[in-house]
């Protein structure tokens, strides 16, 4: 009865993989890294913003219209000399306003469609993928337009259109990944262990599609700054009051051939941004799918870099 | 009797996958489902656990301790999975999640059914990777699926079917996917736990050389009906039904005359 045989019997001993978290994987992640340090500094302008900015950035100044960068005005001055640097502090907080709520929006929205649009019943599973479909075919800054058109231009309609457009875009990239995972060996050996239909979603599929759902998180954040930044510019955004990014570049493109500085900083700062969350998503995807990460916290990306740098 | 299976059909679509099955499985009892692919034996399996496609319509009975398993609702059937039934399906690549570590989910069944503290649920990872043979039991239960070999996912596999001590383990063709050492380990395995724990065993295969080591009566499925049952030597030593002459001359023609053939 009691036989030897309950002893190893494979031979390769396990070693203990060294596991680290996906933050700090994150942190070691080179463009993880950097497009983290560009978020942070967007934000910490943004914050910084509401106590101090190097001018005020609303008092113009007639004797310092036009100035180019100097020790003064580290980023020069608009056409009624106002501080640029100033503006571009104040324009982060419409920014980072904007891409969080906006993205918080648009993932509660994508993944309550999804969800409720793969599970539920079927006369309520249907009606959401033709819904799905038809918003599709509307452009966000379409939609954005129409409902500033009715309700007055404003950044809360600006959060609201972009939010809802990208939350049915993640819900249709989301739908055909939940299904799969729904379908596969493990959620059926999971019922088999008696895990509910709540259980499941919870701990299997919604895990099972956060790589996906991170990288639409971050392309969504890039593309509502983008998008407000688009429709401040076509005046539909940021009421002309307030500084933000895109209103910075309509008040200066009529100057673009005497005075390009000016258009280049909101222009820099809005690209830039836009592509630290591309990248962030990007990285995301990387360190939190253990597939593409080794025992040691190393990833491809890393392992490449590596290859070509040489050894350390 | 501990599983009694009478008249049991199974139709998907239109089309009858299972076709009046009958049999019967005593507590303690290591019994055989044997036929080709297609035969209806995984659906009977996942008949059993109630895990069948939400289209597909099931008649007859299947009595498990004198309840009634077929119709039962799914949140009633859950409790019954996990804990009273348990799962071993066929391919290791696939039936663990890649996203959660080996330890908790080899314990999900018995966080499901009991209630364990973190410390506990640990414990109880380790004591499971020590019963069904995992090296180095204190870290292995921190690995993900895709740093261990596939028949330690298989142990695995297996130990998450029966953490929470189910009276009853179905295997569905558990060993196909492994190559013939690790089959013969893992086949080890299950006799061993069903020989310590007084657990009934179903076991599905289309390889009668495996099935041959196993299990002591069987029945043999051909397009969903059983054509033929009885002790595994006699079916063996006299097979009746064509279908199952096939499935004695496939195994002769390879693994037949394998050493290690049983004690």
């Known amino acids: 009865m009691s036989r030897p045989s309950a002893a190893p019997m494979e031979r390769a001993p396990f070693i203990a993989p060294r596991h680290r978290s996906w933050v700090i994987r994150l942190l070691r992640h080179p463009t993880g890294a950097v497009s983290l340090g560009v978020i ?142 729904a379908g596969s060996d493990f959620v059926r050996a999971a019922r088999a262990c008696g895990v509910s239909k709540p259980g499941i979603l919870w701990r299997h599929i919604l895990p099972g599609v956060t790589p996906v759902f991170i990288v639409q998180l971050s392309l969504t954040a890039a593309l509502s700054i983008l998008a ?85 | 009797m501990s599983l009694v299976v009478s008249g049991l059909s199974i139709s998907i679509g239109g089309t009858l996958v299972v076709d009046d099955i009958s049999f019967s499985v005593p507590d303690g009892q290591r019994f055989g489902i044997i036929g080709e692919s297609g035969s209806g034996k995984s659906m009977t399996a996942l008949a059993l656990l109630g895990l069948l496609p ?45 996203l959660r570590r080996l330890g908790a989910q080899m314990t999900a069944a018995l966080r499901i059914h009991y209630t364990l503290s973190r410390a506990q649920a640990q414990e109880a990872a380790i004591d499971l990777a020590t019963r069904v043979g995992l090296p180095n039991p204190e870290s292995i239960v921190r690995a993900y699926p895709h740093q261990v070999s596939g028949g330690q996912r298989q142990r695995a596999a297996i130990a998450a079917a029966i953490a929470a001590g189910p009276d009853l383990l179905v295997a569905d063709e558990p060993t196909t996917a492994l190559d013939v050492t690790v089959q013969a380990e893992i086949l080890d395995l299950f006799r061993r736990l069903s020989e310590e724990g007084g657990t ?29 049952q009885g002790s595994v030597t006699s079916v063996l030593r006299n097979p009746q039904h064509p279908s199952t002459r096939a499935l004695v001359a496939a195994a002769h023609a390879t693994a037949w005359k394998r050493p290690e053939a049983r004690p």
């Open chain 1, 40 to 181: 942070a500094i967007v934000c910490l302008a943004a914050a910084v913003s509401f106590v101090w900015t190097p001018y005020n950035p609303s008092s113009a100044d007639a004797y310092a219209r036009w100035l180019a960068p100097s020790g003064a005005h580290l980023l020069g001055t608009d056409a009624v000399g106002r501080d640029t640097l100033s503006r571009l502090m104040l324009g982060a907080r419409v920014t980072v306003v904007v891409a969080t709520v906006a993205t918080a929006l648009a993932a509660v929205c994508g993944t309550v469609l999804a969800v409720v649009g793969t599970f539920s019943y079927r006369v309520v599973r249907e009606p959401i993928a033709v819904l799905i479909d038809v918003l599709i075919a509307f452009p966000t800054l379409l939609i954005a337009m129409m409902l500033a058109a009715s309700f007055g231009g404003s950044t809360a309609v600006v959060i609201v259109a972009v939010g809802i457009s990208n939350g049915v875009n993640i819900a249709r990239v989301l739908r055909p990944e939940i299904r799969q995972v």
């Open chain 2, 200 to 228: 009934s065993l179903i076991f599905i295969t289309h390889d009668l050389a495996v099935l041959r080591q196993i299990a002591d009566r069987m029945i043999v499925l051909d397009g969903g009906r059983v054509v033929e």
């Open chain 1, 228 to 312: 407000e930044a688009g429709l401040s510019f076509l005046g539909f955004g940021a009421p002309s009051a307030s500084s933000s990014w895109g209103r910075m570049l309509a008040e200066t493109q009529k100057y673009v051939t005497a005075y390009p500085l000016a258009v280049v900083w909101p222009g820099l700062a809005v690209t830039i941004t836009v592509l630290a969350f591309h990248l962030l998503g990007d990285a995301l995807r990387e360190v939190t799918d253990p597939q593409l990460t080794r025992y040691d916290g190393t990833n491809r990306a890393m392992r490449q870099l590596r290859t070509l740098v040489g050894p350390r």
């Open chain 2, 54 to 98: 939400e289209e597909a319509l099931v008649t007859g009975s299947i009595l498990y301790q004198d309840r009634e398993l077929v119709g039962l609702r799914d949140r009633d059937f859950a409790a019954v999975r996990g804990d009273q039934i348990g799962i071993v399906f066929q391919e290791p690549q696939t039936a663990l999640s890649p």
